[in-house]
């Protein structure tokens, strides 16, 4: 079984009081397991569906480009693109 392509972050703004990451995720590309350490929101630039992956299990969401949502601390998840194509967010905590 090959390993998962990884989705790409790039850290726009990391300062004292806010960080802000854009992530680009290629088709089937997933984020990797990680826990939020602050609350957050998204910015869906593209439209289309995730797979998240909990410790509880897999669920997904669609989203829609421009169409922003808000998540408290702590959320421990990895994102998948389950798109045909390239998926895209910036992420503020």
């Not at 984020?31 to 929101?41: A, F, K, L, R, T």
């Not at 959320?75 to 693109?81: A, F, L, M, P, R």
Request: hydrophobic share 40%; aromatic share 10%.
């Amino acid at each position: 079984m090959s390993a998962r392509p990884k989705a790409t972050p790039t850290i726009q703004i990391d300062n004292d009081h806010v960080i802000v990451t854009e992530w680009r995720f290629a088709p089937s590309a997933g984020s990797g397991w990680h826990w939020h350490e602050y609350d957050y929101i998204v910015v869906p630039l593209t439209t289309g569906k995730l797979v998240l992956e909990t410790k509880d299990g897999v669920g997904s969401a669609e989203l829609e480009a421009d169409c922003s949502y808000f998540r408290k601390v702590g959320v421990e998840h990895t994102v998948v693109n389950a798109n045909e194509h390239e998926f895209a967010f910036v992420e503020t905590e």
